[in-house]
């Protein structure tokens, strides 16, 4: 949840109002309200997921379990129920089209918890265009078509993919109990780590284009290498090696560091 408001925070300020300052930014009260609409609706999104996964998650993540241990499910619904709705509402008073997308967002979140997390691919995907539609929101509630929130968008959405993938290697057993039909359970660790190649490649493709797209700012490149590409062929190296539970939650570690770097990054548009 930090993360995604950090994301939010750091578009407004480094990519679509570089020229104001901070402190104005932060006091305005419709990015205030946009915050506000995409916390709860992404909140609303954890507890629905918790929900329907308690028995998978009493296999995976006994030691985490919430919903069905500290709440009781009937809690929880009335909780997700609120939130998406207050997301939503607050979406429309903010703008029409954030409103929309605020309204997708959560009923994707539904069906993902819901269905499309045991289907192939389908479940991994959803939660990457989520991913991305969290950046491109905040342009859209100020009206703006900003490349660079594009590509972030796009960074976004692949290094999401990959970290749902390893996420899925790294449950395979709980899932697998309840005949879900994620990529790992299809194809094998194997087939899946041969998936998670070729988007580290589109990632490496699409990090290096935006490194040579802004070859005018040499810090950028600096900062690409150091804290996105060389991080990146480590987590290559260690997906090699991966064969348990334990290396795939390593991994998914990674992918979150390589998020949150990649998200600093936007500091260099200041």
């Not at 997308?101 to 989520?130: C, D, P, Q, T």
Request: with cysteine.
């Amino acid at each position: 949840m930090l993360l995604i408001a950090l994301c939010q925070v750091l578009v407004q300020i480094c990519l679509l109002q570089p020229a104001i300052p901070v402190r104005q930014i932060l006091v305005q009260e419709s990015f205030f309200l946009l915050l506000v609409s995409t916390f709860c609706v992404a909140a609303a999104g954890y507890i629905i997921n918790d929900y329907y996964d308690i028995k998978i998650d009493a296999i995976n993540k006994p030691k985490r379990l919430v919903v069905g241990k500290s709440i009781n499910r009937r809690q929880a619904i009335l909780a997700h129920l609120l939130l998406t709705g207050i997301g939503i509402i607050v979406g429309v008073i903010l703008n029409w089209r954030v409103g929309l997308i605020n309204l997708g967002a959560a009923l994707l979140l539904w069906g993902y918890s819901a269905r499309f997390k045991k289907k192939l691919l389908i479940g991994n995907v959803v939660i990457s265009i989520l991913s991305a539609t969290m950046l491109l929101v905040v342009a859209v509630n100020i009206g703006s078509d900003n490349k660079a929130v594009w590509a972030y968008a796009l960074f976004a959405f692949i290094i999401s993919l990959i970290r749902e993938i390893i996420k899925d290697m790294e449950d395979i057993k709980g899932d697998a109990s309840f005949d879900c039909r994620t990529l790992p359970i299809v194809v094998g660790i194997p087939g899946s780590k041969w998936v998670l190649y070729a988007l580290l490649l589109l990632f490496y493709i699409i990090v290096i284009a935006a490194v040579v797209y802004r070859q005018e700012d040499p810090f950028f490149g600096v900062y690409m290498l150091f804290f996105i590409l060389l991080p990146g062929a480590f987590m290559v190296s260690l997906l090699l090696k991966a064969d348990r539970r334990r290396d795939f939650s390593r991994l998914s570690r990674w992918c979150k560091g390589l998020m949150f770097m990649g998200i600093l990054s936007m500091l260099l548009f200041r």
